[in-house]
């Protein structure tokens, strides 16, 4: 059964398919590698058996019925704790919605069930995104699969160590600075954040409104394409969301990268980045240029600018975003004797230190006085680190280089550091800047058995090119096929 | 109706109020207006008033965690429309932005509006006072949400207050006009003219005492004849027109006193407090000083096409004046008739109904302009919650045309129906008010007039043909008015003359 939780959707699928297994076989082989792994990882904030159980059993049902299922139905899946699932607890591992049981289901909760997938649970994250490691999560810490000392990387930071253990075969994330990427790298999954508006973004608790994108977090790019095609596609209730048509993601990974133009910016590879990782990565472009790819240089001029303006326009959002946790409708609530002072408790008490320093980061920025000077002037900056990328992509396919520029570090080693910490996004950051969307795949280990990611980049509604790119570069290589000690 | 007729002098005449001969107020106007649109601004939750507490609400309107707002077209046609009838500049883009302030009433603690980009800028509106035409000039028009109420129990001891979110996200129109008028009759003059053309625009029902139309006031003073405009105080919670009138007075007097007296006006948002008759500045914590607004990222630039401008522009209900021409050319009415009538939408609107319920224009227009209007005055209601209905009103008309009431009887009946709410028809029915112009019946009547009243027959005789309408009367009298007038004249013409 251990194998079972170790396959790829796809493979499941195909055993649902010619039902060599049942869902409901296959859901309690994940519960139980949960209940035997999740007490050394703690990637959910709830697991829902019951739920789970009962969805794989209607799943089953359907497909006695002679039913043509969708890929993901009766596989279990992972849901980041910031998606809203009606009647299922979503506290954004937050204090202040520990509470909370939202009465309605986000967009892509929605599309899944639409699929007949199984949800397992809901996944322990950076409080409200906010944060690199998972260690910011009010509610618990989140342990590598690789390395239990280590952070899962975040904030979607549950998901990953979620798929990377066993514990579910795909999982949603979302990223707002590298969320999806940089755990995904950090656990040795695939993550893919799609392009801006491609995803539904209701029911995504929000963090960046102008920044947040949902998206997957698998075994493979394989995995990726048939989560995307899951969830991606325009959606009424988001007014942000794109007049696109998604093709069907699967129908290119075969494609293949002869003659694709990869481009490399030289600010990707500045000192900062660990040797390990930049061999890695180095050698994975190797490979995709013996596989038929053609590099090329780029420039990104802006992207030294790109944490410092993501640290002010995303803040600002923030701190309007947040204003509604506040004790009077929904979630904690501080006892006190008037409304200001149950204001002021409620939060004090509910919000963990990370988000409160950006509440008040993001409320200097929009304050009257200083509008100009941060808060527009980051507007404008991620004007110029769009253009920095349209420029860039005149001369090439997609851009890769690494997603991180660490492998997973120490728990406890960034949280009294958090500019380190921020430092951590530093390769992700400008995608959410620019709206484009990017994959982290799984390109080599540290001497420490510690994965690393290889990120590729491509203009907005290119998720096609990456899911070319990164499913040649994977079939060509193993790392995909390694399993963490766990 | 009534604050039509509100005096503005009388009260300015009250002896324990300053003269003002040295200072005059400078006012301008923020007016918040509900849109009557059908669904809320940002979600599919009805709009009606008076529903049971938060039964129109939804996880958007709640402000739940990961809700997103879509834009209701509808209430941006509806500000368009009203931008347009204030002669705004629309620009072809413009989008909303967050207004960032605590209130328990305020769901996300930020109110969706406009700050950066308005619907419209500029414009203007003309008003009729007491000193001629005078042109109020706007600042701009813009579109938001409105926020929820808090209800506090009645028991003074209570510590808790109640939250109803079913107005929450309903759409409003703001509209901020330039400080242009200087006195309580111009301002009376903005407010109505202003109601009115919202009427006519169909965009609210303007409906005060449901907080449809609320008047926010700023209002400062300076010597009479100069330009320097003073230090302005907005003023809040400013419930009726009259309290805005009276509150202008007191402001008024409050900041000459002060200025007189060597003190200062200071720049600040004041409350008006009904029971006291003053203003009284708000208390710290009641005050956002900063509202860090910022574009909504939620939403989307609204992208007003010349084609969408041309569209809304052409589909415009009829406006006052376009009514009443129409009222002459149409209906035949004279001039005095169509003007007074379509001085309000609501009664234009009454009078319309009635007419196509029965098409006598010229009748049904006196008794417009008399009774009707008289009642709606007297009672301050507005026409649609009048008892007597426009149908109603017809059928006494109608029966009047038709011979079966007199003018007389007419006027009961509708005294009557007005009173009770009663069909007019099934009043004359069930009190036997039909006229009698059965010949032998009236006969009798003026038969016995005739008899009792020897001293008014002389008279006739004698030629007094004044005489002849006081012995109608008595006939009239006697039939307790339902004998046919005309054929009671002609009978006392043939027994006397
Ligand atoms: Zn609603």
Redesign the interface.
């Known amino acids: 059964m251990i194998d079972l939780c170790a396959k790829p959707i796809h493979e499941l699928r195909d055993l649902l398919r010619r039902r060599e297994v049942s869902s409901v076989e296959l859901t309690r082989a994940f519960l139980t590698r949960i209940a035997t792994v999740e007490p050394a990882i703690q990637a959910f904030v709830s697991v829902t058996g019951d739920l789970a159980l009962e969805q794989a059993a209607a799943a089953d049902a359907a497909r006695s019925a002679g039913e043509d299922l969708p890929p993901l139905a009766g596989v279990p899946v992972a849901i980041k704790d910031?998606?809203?699932t009606n009647g299922v607890l979503?506290t954004?591992s937050s204090r202040i919605?520990a509470n909370?049981v939202?009465?309605?289901d986000?967009t892509v909760v929605t599309r899944l069930r639409g699929q007949r997938a199984v949800f397992c649970g809901k996944t322990n994250m950076d409080e409200f995104a906010m944060g690199s490691s998972t260690e910011n999560s009010g509610i618990k810490k989140t342990f590598n699969p690789w390395d239990p000392a280590r952070v899962p990387g975040g904030s979607s930071g549950g998901s990953a160590a979620a798929v990377a253990a066993g514990m579910a075969a795909g999982a949603l994330g979302s990223d707002t600075g590298g969320s999806i990427r940089q755990p995904a790298s950090f656990c040795g999954v695939v993550g893919l954040k799609p392009t801006y508006g491609l995803v539904s973004?209701?029911?995504?608790?929000?963090f960046?409104?102008?920044l947040d994108q949902i998206g997957p977090i698998s075994r493979d790019v394989e995995d990726a394409a048939l989560l995307l095609n899951a969830i991606a596609g325009h959606d009424?209730?988001?007014?942000?969301s794109a007049h696109f048509d998604p093709p069907d993601y699967t129908s290119f990974l075969q494609r293949g990268v002869r003659g694709l133009r990869i481009g490399l910016p030289k600010e990707f590879s500045g000192e900062g980045t660990d040797p390990e990782v930049q061999a890695a990565v180095a050698a994975a472009v190797r490979k995709l240029e013996e596989l038929g790819a053609v590099t090329v240089e780029v420039e990104l001029p802006h992207s030294p600018y790109a944490v410092a303006t993501y640290y002010l326009c995303a803040t600002?959002?923030a701190?309007?975003n947040l204003?509604?946790?506040?004790g009077?409708?929904?979630g904690f609530r501080a006892p006190a004797d008037n409304?200001?002072e149950m204001?002021s408790r409620t939060r004090s008490q509910g919000f963990g230190e990370e988000v409160k320093r950006r509440i008040m980061l993001g409320?200097y920025a929009?304050?009257?006085g200083y509008?100009d000077a941060f808060?527009l002037k980051s507007l404008r900056v991620r004007t110029l680190i769009r253009r920095d990328f349209d420029a860039a992509f005149e001369k090439c396919d997609v851009i890769a280089g690494p997603t991180a520029p660490t492998p997973a570090f120490r728990i406890g080693e960034k949280t009294s550091d958090p500019l380190a910490m921020y430092l951590s996004d530093i390769f992700t950051i400008s995608v959410n800047l620019a709206g484009i969307c990017a994959i982290s795949v799984p390109c080599g280990f540290t001497e420490d058995n510690l994965p690393v990611g290889l990120q590729l980049i491509a203009p907005s509604f290119g998720e096609d090119r990456l899911i070319a790119a990164a499913h040649a570069y994977e079939q060509a290589t193993e790392w995909h096929r390694r399993r963490p000690p766990v | 109706m009534t604050v039509l007729n509100y005096n503005c002098h009388e009260r300015t005449k009250d002896p324990s109020m300053p003269a003002m001969s040295k200072y005059e107020p400078v006012i301008g106007f923020e007016v918040h207006v509900e849109l009557c649109t059908a669904t809320k601004i940002f979600c599919s939750c009805p709009t009606t008033f008076g529903s049971p507490p938060n039964t129109q609400v939804c996880p958007v309107c709640l402000g739940m965690p990961g809700v997103l707002p879509v834009l209701n077209r509808r209430a941006v046609e509806f500000a368009l429309r009203t931008a347009m009838a204030l002669n705004c500049n629309i620009p072809e883009r413009c989008n909303f932005d967050r207004k960032n302030y605590y209130y328990p009433d305020l769901p996300k603690n930020y109110q969706i509006s406009q700050n950066y980009a308005c619907i419209g800028t500029g414009g203007w509106l003309d008003i009729e006072t007491p000193a001629g035409t005078k042109r109020v000039r706007m600042n701009n028009v813009h579109l938001e949400e409105d926020a929820g109420k808090l209800i506090h129990p009645e028991d003074p001891g209570a510590d808790y207050s109640l939250v109803d979110l079913n107005r929450a996200g309903t759409p409003l129109i703001e509209i901020v006009s330039e400080p242009d008028m200087s006195s309580a009759e111009d301002a009376l003059a903005y407010m109505n003219t202003l109601k009115n053309l919202l009427e006519y625009l169909e965009v609210s029902d303007c409906k005060m005492q449901e907080g449809r139309l609320r008047f926010e006031l700023n209002i400062s003073v300076r010597e009479a004849g100069t330009e320097r405009l003073g230090t302005k105080v907005e003023v809040k919670n400013l419930n009726s027109m009259k309290t805005v009138l009276k509150c202008i007075e007191h402001e008024t007097w409050r900041q000459t006193r002060l200025l007189e007296e060597g003190g200062r006006v200071m720049q600040e948002t004041r409350l008006w407090d009904e029971a006291a008759g003053a203003t009284r500045a708000m208390r710290s914590k009641e005050v956002a000083n900063d509202y860090r607004y910022f574009p909504d990222p939620d939403l989307v630039e609204i992208h007003v096409t010349p084609e969408w401008r041309d569209a809304v522009r052409a589909h415009l209900p009829e406006l006052q004046e376009a009514k009443r021409r129409r009222f002459i050319e149409e209906y035949g009415l004279p001039e005095y008739d169509a003007r007074i009538l379509t001085n309000s939408k609501p009664v234009a609107s009454y009078y319309e109904a009635a007419v196509a319920a029965h098409p006598n224009p010229k009748a049904l227009s006196n008794w417009m302009m008399t009774e009707v209007l008289r009642e709606l005055n007297a009672r301050e209601v507005e026409p649609a919650d009048f008892a007597l209905k426009p149908a109603g009103l017809a059928a006494i008309v109608r029966m009047i045309d038709e011979g079966r009431i007199s003018g007389k009887i007419a006027k009961d009946v509708f005294a009557k129906a007005v009173e009770s709410g009663r069909d007019p028809a099934e009043i004359v029915q069930a009190e036997g008010l039909v006229q009698v112009t059965d010949a032998g019946e009236v006969e009798k009547w003026v038969d016995e007039a005739i008899a009792e009243n020897p001293d008014m027959v002389e008279k006739i005789r004698a030629g007094n043909t004044k005489t002849v309408q006081a012995l109608v009367g008595q006939v009239m009298k006697k039939s307790r008015g339902k004998a046919n007038p005309k054929i009671v004249n002609e009978l006392i013409a043939a027994k006397l003359c």
């Open positions: 910031n998606m809203c979503t954004c919605l909370f939202p009465p309605y986000a973004r209701y029911g995504l608790v929000a960046a409104s102008s009424p209730r988001d007014s942000t600002a959002e701190s309007s204003a509604r946790y506040d009077v409708h929904y409304v200001i204001y409320t929009l304050s009257a509008y808060y």
